[in-house]
């Protein structure tokens, strides 16, 4: 078993790293972050911000019936505050929060309706702008995983002392990589029971590279992924209550179950909002 735990340190954009540094991202997007407010039942949701929730009701039907749909945006700016804190605190916070980095800086959290999530984007003149977004993977990472990756990265023609198994690693990531198509299962390589010297580790982190694309996930105990430079490539860390990494693996394919809603969350999630739309007045 190895020792040495692979050391993933998402690199940010010049403005994020000055304004935030880059142990930030392990820390998630705290501005998301809400009071611990309990909405009662007595709180009217304003003719506004009903519709919006019913807008991602349906959209929660539609993708529980069509699974891989396009995500489908609920606008927010048209509410007031008032209206926009009630609706938010009814949806909550769940268990998956990401960052993406690059010339806009994206925070997104998960409702406490898998499948529901909330956006918020910062521009780089510093305007910021949130909305809802009913979605299996939210479309901001899916498309930084697109655009800020390449197809292939090269095998690097002089190796440090005391590498043995990056060169294969390597290889195998790249192959898999290129095979990958939609609908495919991700191949997980579990680095926590491979022969992985110091060098191995510093070999392979520094050739696949990463892009300031992080996810964690409280979901399927304590889950950070990170996206790396090489398309359909991630790295997934479990931790324990410790935060010491327990599982250490790399995932070729989409993006890992462990962040994704499946079709199951959304007919759940859909049937959740009906009920809390019932409960509170209009």
């Excluded at 959209?59 to 804190?85: M, S, W």
């Excluded at 790249?174 to 029971?193: C, K, M, Q, S, Y």
């Excluded at 324990?240 to 990494?245: D, E, P």
């Amino acid at each position: 078993m190895s020792e040495h735990v692979l050391v993933w340190r998402p690199e940010l954009s010049r403005r994020a790293a000055s304004e935030e540094g880059p142990l930030r991202l392990l820390e998630m997007p705290a501005g998301l972050r809400r009071s611990g407010r309990q909405v009662l039942a007595a709180e009217a949701l304003s003719v506004r911000a009903r519709a919006a929730l019913l807008e991602a009701l349906a959209a929660l039907r539609a993708l529980a019936t069509v699974p891989g749909g396009e995500p489908v945006r609920i606008a927010l700016r048209h509410l007031g505050e008032d209206e926009r804190a009630v609706l938010l605190d009814l949806v909550g916070e769940g268990e998956v929060r990401a960052v993406v980095g690059g010339a806009n800086q994206w925070s997104i959290v998960e409702s406490v309706l898998p499948g529901l999530w909330r956006l918020e984007v910062e521009s780089a003149q510093g305007e910021q702008v949130s909305w809802l977004e009913v979605a299996s993977v939210p479309s901001p990472v899916l498309q930084a995983a697109e655009r800020m990756t390449v197809p292939s990265v090269s095998v690097p023609a002089s190796l440090p002392e005391g590498t043995m198994n990056a060169v294969p690693l390597l290889n195998e990531l790249g192959e898999r990589a290129r095979l990958w198509r939609p609908g495919d299962e991700n191949h997980v390589i579990n680095f926590t029971l491979l022969p992985l010297t110091e060098a191995d580790a510093e070999v392979l982190t520094a050739t696949v590279g990463q892009i300031p694309l992080l996810i964690r996930s409280e979901g399927y105990g304590s889950c950070r992924i990170f996206a790396t430079r090489l398309r359909h490539v991630w790295a997934v860390q479990y931790l324990n209550s410790m935060g010491k990494v327990i599982l250490d693996t790399m995932e070729v394919g989409g993006v890992p179950v462990a962040a994704r809603a499946a079709r199951e969350d959304f007919e759940d999630s859909a049937q959740r909002l009906a009920e809390m739309l019932q409960a509170y007045a209009s």
